[in-house]
């Protein structure tokens, strides 16, 4: 993590998201933090779990050390980054809870560290449960005002893309017709295709570690040695590591002309060209979720 943090410092102006999980055990710290103009501080939820990112091509053996909510309060407390910082929700590793109790909660987050902008991470009442938007949402309009964002894992709405689209649609809805006006934030989502579905759908606010595993290449997310291969013959003959190294830079620069598109998808009323090689997939993929809809 330090190694991709000293080189992308030099590339990335923009937000970046680090977890709380990753500041208490020393992988950075807070201090060195400043080339983003914004930083998403995440709740530790992900790091503190045996689970597998969806862009995992495969396991690792991995032992998560304890994650409590005292050590996540015992960062807030100590963090030092000058950089506007959002903070997340607590998120346990250890236990679900009702949507209820985890409003009160992110809500005495916010009561206690009223410097911050808080944002508010939905999960699952029960282990193995998808989210039910429909239900769920309505519950928790009154208190979600305050909040700078409200947030949902990509894995935790459905298990098909057109699952999570329709429910990204609908959260986006409820809060629209509700005059909350805040963004959507997928998390785990950042590739070459599914992150534009999504914003089509009605989210806003994207992360995921896709982009330190795989390469982005005219509208793909390849492999990282084919990646190599394909961008350049030079590609076949270097080794992994400074395959990586390129291939982090030019994935950097190809999610900001992505959020370029997206921009000029609204400045020119919703005209799919204005995404570059994927433009057809995306007007066919929404027409299945307005037929959905």
């Known amino acids: 993590m330090k190694k991709i943090l000293t080189l992308m410092r030099e590339f990335i102006t923009g937000a970046v998201l680090v977890s709380a999980y990753d500041e208490h055990y020393g992988f950075f710290t807070s201090q060195n933090l400043t080339f983003p103009n914004v930083i998403f501080l995440d709740s530790g939820g992900y790091e503190a779990r045996v689970e597998h990112d969806l862009s995992e091509s495969y396991g690792q053996d991995y032992k998560p050390k304890n994650w ?5 309060r015992c960062v807030i407390k100590n963090w030092k980054s000058n950089i506007p910082t959002i903070l997340v929700s607590y998120d346990s590793p250890a236990k679900h809870s009702r949507i209820e109790l985890q ?27 998808l989210l039910e938007i429909g239900d769920i949402l309505p519950k928790v309009l009154k208190d979600l005002g305050g909040f700078a964002a409200v ?42 295709f599914s992150t534009a579905l999504y914003f089509l759908s009605g989210a806003e606010i994207f992360d995921g570690l896709t982009w330190l595993r795989f390469g982005f290449f005219n509208g793909q997310t390849i492999y990282k040695h084919n990646y190599g291969a394909m961008k350049n013959v030079n590609g076949l003959l270097r080794k992994a590591e400074d ?51």
């Not at 409590?68 to 996540?72: F, L, P």
């Open 68 to 72: 409590k909510v005292y050590d996540h």
């Open 243 to 293: 395959l990586s190294h390129s291939m982090w830079k030019d994935n950097y620069y190809y999610l900001e002309a992505l959020r370029e598109q997206m921009r000029n998808f609204i400045t020119r009323g919703g005209d799919y060209m204005a995404f570059l090689y994927i433009n057809k997939d995306l007007e066919d993929a929404m027409h299945q979720l307005e037929g959905r809809i």
């Open 103 to 129: 409003v009160r909660s992110a809500l005495k987050l916010k009561d206690d560290f009223p410097q911050f902008p808080h944002e508010l991470l939905i999960k699952p009442e029960h282990k193995r449960e």
């Open 151 to 192: 947030g949902f894992t990509e894995y935790e709405l459905d298990e098909k893309i057109i699952g999570r689209m329709l429910k990204i649609a609908q959260a986006r809805k409820i809060l629209d017709e509700a005059g909350i006006d805040i963004p959507i934030h997928i998390f785990g989502s950042l590739d070459t």
